[in-house]
């Protein structure tokens, strides 16, 4: 049966802290002024005050216990009941108002137990209000039951006094049987979710992650719920432990429990209707509405969840959105996008920069004994409509996966690709750079939208959005290889040749690619590893990729070397070589929660923590921006090292020449991926099968807006021009 307590009167709103935990010569209240910062200082009421209080139908176990601020009015409190330790700051004859709701400064209707109240607040018809602290003009109005207690951890997965290691709340992420489990805390940054999920084998690096997190909060009971200034509450059911920052506002939520919801005048998150959200942190400038459901949960600054998503056991990184899908057991890094109802997600690292298209089922574990299944997607991963994965699987970055139903785990190392199934001879497709080839308008505009869409007011973390950076250049030239290698092979084969060694095969490739030979084209290559079933996996358009590829990743040197001798002001080979290291090794990069660092910085990163050198998230998060601000330069010499793998010749036997040639053949790649965004759009105003639902061209132009006063293509056809006068400008002034 239900354990109901029958206990005095008199004891209502007292006793908030458990003598056990009360440290001796304090009383209840000792956490609850340290929090209290509101600067008013409090008085007794005089007699005359306590008559109007009567007199508009309030009561107060002890009215002595009632305490106010000098520019109190008695008269704007009426028909409300008070209990314990009660402080209201001034109250004057006005109405505050916000988005068409206006209401009277005053507390009107409601039951209050130990709560302190800044300056002009409205509080009316809350039914139950305990143990918070409430910011000055703040508006609550029309709540069921709002509430802190005494152990309230408002989201972090801490302990408090005396409480079992078992009802600690993990994080789930990655993975459903929760081998990558992390503990959630207010300030937890995509990288530290990801550093922690990722190391499962070092117990020394989770050890010492679970002790920063413990150690950074109090354990002791008793503190109080806070609302911040400024912040409205509207219409909501309940509000248990939770911790809510200024100028939020929350309407029409049914229940928000154990929660911190940070909140701030330039990022200011909301909470929509019908919104149910248990044991989470939710980020300044947040929005939720329409029926969310979150669950041990992280959304990071200005994410949004929307139209009835679910988010349960997992962290959503900074300015992404969910709507109407379902996400379970995942970490998601910055600017990832996914819609619609029938959409799902589960157990997955998904890298950023990504989007889910309606009916992709991401989360199928069915080729495994046991729910253990994971999936890992680099930046920009985009499933298309109705795709449905296996796990486990992996797939590198810019993967673009189109609509089917693929019966086992793939591992597809080739970025900016096309998958697909050619289901007529039953085939896996692989095409890679294929959004280099014919998707150059949506590349390059995401890539702007994201910095556009980069929302943080703290930006602790330094998020690469640019699609030619560390991570993609090392995939890309990874690749080459490897198409050198299935190309040879494919020849061999072609020719009835089987006694050859994947040296030999990759030398024979190479020499095909590197002539362009058009022999190419007729070549069966085939991809074997790519997919975990007995058929073919084909590659198409390899000779266009390869040329793609090492285009590409020259610009990227191109650039970066631009970029680096702007910031040295170098104009000489001479003072080029000089400036470099002896030796530019290829180094690893990893994406660490949206921020690229090379593989050696992580292992700096965890031997620091592992030997007390870092010794808190705060200092963690230093460690971050510390890289950061050696990442252009570390950034250029990546591409650098690219440059010289791919052109076969090092930068330290460049002469003025090749330095021009260099960026000229920049300039030319930058002219064609220009025409290439152009022509990529224009698809949409030429082909048939589009125009056939206007009746002529003046409606669709009306419709989409014509193609020539395209902002975006204007902005691409500006840069260039900007872009073309930076070359000249740089071969000009290179000197000998």
């Not at 030999?504 to 690619?513: N, R, T």
Request: aromatic letters at 10%; a neutral charge.
């Amino acid at each position: 049966m239900n354990a109901i307590k029958k206990l005095s009167l008199e004891r209502l709103g007292y006793g908030f802290i458990e003598p056990q935990y009360l440290p001796n010569g304090y009383d209840e209240y000792y956490l609850r002024n340290l929090q209290n910062r509101n600067g008013i200082n409090y008085r007794q009421l005089t007699a005359y005050e306590i008559e109007v209080l009567v007199r508009n139908r309030n009561s107060s176990d002890n009215w002595n216990k009632l305490l106010i601020s000098d520019d109190f009015n008695p008269e704007l409190v009426v028909n409300c009941k008070f209990y314990g330790l009660v402080r209201i700051g001034k109250l004057e004859p006005y109405f505050l108002e916000f988005s068409q709701l206006r209401v009277p400064v005053g507390l009107y209707n409601s039951t209050i137990i130990s709560c302190d109240f800044g300056d002009n607040v409205v509080v009316d018809n809350v039914h139950y209000l305990s143990h918070y602290i409430i910011g000055s003009e703040a508006i609550l109005v029309n709540i069921n039951e709002m509430l802190t207690t005494p152990h309230a951890k408002f989201g972090n997965g801490i302990l408090k006094e005396g409480e079992p290691e078992s009802i600690r709340i993990w994080l789930e992420l990655c993975n459903e049987n929760a081998g990558r489990s992390v503990i959630p805390f207010n300030g937890m940054l995509a990288g530290d979710a990801w550093l922690w999920s990722k190391y499962r084998n070092d117990e020394v690096l989770l050890e010492k992650l679970k002790e920063f997190t413990q150690q950074q909060f109090d354990t002791r009971r008793g503190y109080y719920g806070k609302v911040g200034d400024r912040t409205v509450i509207k219409n909501c059911a309940i509000i248990k432990d939770v911790w809510i920052g200024s100028d939020a506002y929350l309407k029409g939520a049914n229940k928000l429990k154990n929660l911190t919801i940070n909140s701030s005048p330039d990022a200011m998150s909301q909470i929509g209707e019908g919104c149910e959200m248990v044991n989470g942190i939710i980020g300044f400038g947040c929005r939720a509405f329409y029926g969310v459901k979150a669950v041990r949960f992280v959304m990071a600054s200005h994410s949004q969840l929307k139209y009835g998503a679910r988010l349960i056991n997992s962290y959503l990184g900074d300015n992404a959105t969910i709507s109407c899908c379902e996400v379970l057991n995942s970490l998601i890094f910055p600017a990832h996008e996914q819609h619609h109802n029938n959409s799902f997600l589960c157990a997955s690292l998904v890298m950023g920069q990504s989007n889910m298209a309606a009916g992709a089922t991401i989360g199928s574990n069915h080729n495994s004994r046991s729910p253990d299944g994971e999936l890992v997607a680099g930046r920009g991963f985009w499933p298309g409509l109705c795709v449905s994965l296996k796990h486990n699987s992996r797939f590198a970055s810019f993967t673009m996966i189109a609509k089917g139903d693929y019966p086992a785990e793939m591992n597809i190392p080739l970025p900016f690709s096309l998958v697909s199934q050619n289901e007529h001879v039953n085939q896996l497709q692989v095409m890679p750079a294929y959004w280099f080839m014919y998707n150059m308008y949506a590349l390059a505009r995401n890539t702007r939208k994201y910095y556009d869409r980069d929302k943080r007011t703290l930006k602790q973390q330094l998020l690469e959005f640019d699609y030619l950076a560390p991570d993609t250049a090392n995939e890309m030239t990874d690749s080459l290889a490897l198409l050198e290698q299935l190309v040879g092979r494919a020849w061999f084969i072609s020719k009835g040749l089987a006694d050859f060694t994947d040296i030999k095969a990759q030398a024979k490739g190479k020499l095909l690619l590197e002539q362009n030979d058009p022999a190419i084209d007729f070549l069966s290559i085939e991809a074997p590893g790519f997919e975990n079933t007995g058929r073919k996996t084909v590659l198409l358009k390899t000779r266009k990729a390869y040329y793609q590829y090492k285009s590409m990743i020259e610009y990227y040197g191109a650039i970066q070397l631009m970029d680096w001798a702007e910031r040295q002001r170098i104009h000489s080979t001479q003072k080029l070589i000089q400036s470099l290291p002896s030796k530019l090794p290829r180094k690893t990069w990893v994406n660490a929660g949206g921020q690229l660092m090379p593989t050696e910085s992580v292992d700096l990163l965890i031997k620091g923590i592992n030997t007390d050198n870092i010794t808190s998230w705060e200092e963690l998060h230093g460690y971050y921006e510390t890289v950061a601000a050696t990442y252009a330069d570390q950034k250029a010499l990546h591409a650098f090292a690219c440059l010289q793998q791919v052109t076969g010749k090092k930068l330290t036997t460049f002469a003025r020449q090749d330095v021009h040639q260099l960026a000229e053949n920049a300039l030319e790649t930058r002219k064609r991926m220009v025409l290439a965004i152009q022509e990529s759009r224009a698809k949409d105003y030429t082909n048939p099968f589009r125009k056939m639902v206007y009746t002529n061209e003046e409606e669709m132009n009306k419709v989409l807006g014509p193609l020539k006063e395209n902002t975006f293509i204007a902005q691409e056809k500006q840069a260039l021009k900007a872009f073309t006068k930076r070359a000249a400008t740089f071969i000009q002034n290179w000197k000998r």
